[in-house]
């Protein structure tokens, strides 16, 4: 009866192929969550009355940021002995189309980015490291719901064996028995954490300080992270004999940083948007 309601996934984690050059699932959800920030920053600025000519730069930090500080935290965090045990590990790290990125890493590459980014423009711009953090997360928030996805299409990164009747068999990997869909867990904890915070930034902007999205999300994304990780398989060899696995030990920190962020908001008391921003919303409410 479990086979019978569970589904059945075999999903070809290639979407085609043009030139010998393969377009993966993957891929398209890696590039479409960045697409999805550059728009809700495009809103951003237009709302809170900055020049939007900064999102070029802000999209090749992101991107860039992303990408190394995601492969380095796999390499690193992950198959240490394997990277930096050889040559030929070594320059894998190097080769991130080989597979391998770490969520933890890239988080805090895009920190240090962002520190950087907030430097260079802010000023100018009456922003600084704090509000770019609180607008980066609702976009953020959607783009890890669309890398999840991506997993799923590349059937990995799923949990252990469930009855529960929406159990994947997932076929690529000669599983017979139905698992847990973490990535559809994650990727769903992820789509309404954006929501979320997009829903606070529209509606109650006001209401709350600078410092509180960020908080929010850190919590949120890494404690519902802590919590999915209970039932997901274990990525690499070294974790089964671990109380906790490799990504709940990298997920603690962040949930302490999301309070703290949230303690800086009301200590500090820091309007959530420019002031371009709220002049924006009171004369729309006096029309």
């Not at 962002?114 to 704090?130: P, Q």
């Not at 089964?240 to 603690?252: H, R």
Request: hydrophobic share 50%; charged share 15%.
């Amino acid at each position: 009866m479990t086979d019978i309601l569970a589904i059945t996934w075999n999903a070809d984690p290639v979407l085609f192929s043009f030139l010998g050059l393969q377009v993966r699932w993957y891929s398209l959800m890696f590039v479409a969550g960045f697409v999805l920030g550059w728009f809700i920053f495009q809103w951003f600025c237009k709302r809170e009355k900055i020049n939007p000519r900064i999102l070029d730069s802000l999209l090749i930090t992101l991107i860039v940021g992303t990408i190394v500080g995601a492969r380095l935290g796999h390499c690193l965090f992950y198959q240490p002995d394997y990277y930096l045990g050889s040559w030929k590990g070594f320059l894998e790290i190097f080769m991130p189309w080989e597979g391998g990125l770490a969520s933890h890493g890239g988080t805090i590459a895009l920190f240090l980015a962002m520190i950087w980014f907030a430097r260079r423009y802010g000023r100018k711009n009456n922003f600084d490291f704090v509000w770019l953090l609180d607008h980066l997360a609702i976009a953020v928030g959607f783009a890890a719901c669309f890398i999840r996805l991506g997993n799923l299409f590349n059937s990995e990164i799923y949990g252990g064996p469930t009855n529960l009747p929406w159990g994947f068999i997932f076929v690529r990997n000669q599983e017979t028995m139905p698992h847990h869909p973490t990535q559809l867990y994650e990727a769903l904890s992820y789509l309404l954490l954006g929501l979320v915070l997009l829903a606070i930034y529209k509606y109650r902007p006001g209401k709350v300080y600078r410092g509180t999205l960020i908080g929010i999300f850190f919590i949120w994304c890494f404690g519902s992270r802590f919590l999915i990780e209970f039932i997901k398989n274990v990525q690499v060899d070294f974790e089964s004999g671990m109380a906790l696995k490799m990504g709940q030990l990298l997920s603690i920190p962040f949930v302490l940083l999301g309070i703290g962020f949230i303690v800086y908001a009301y200590k500090k008391k820091l309007p959530l948007m420019t002031d371009g921003g709220y002049k924006e919303i009171t004369k729309k409410k006096t029309k």
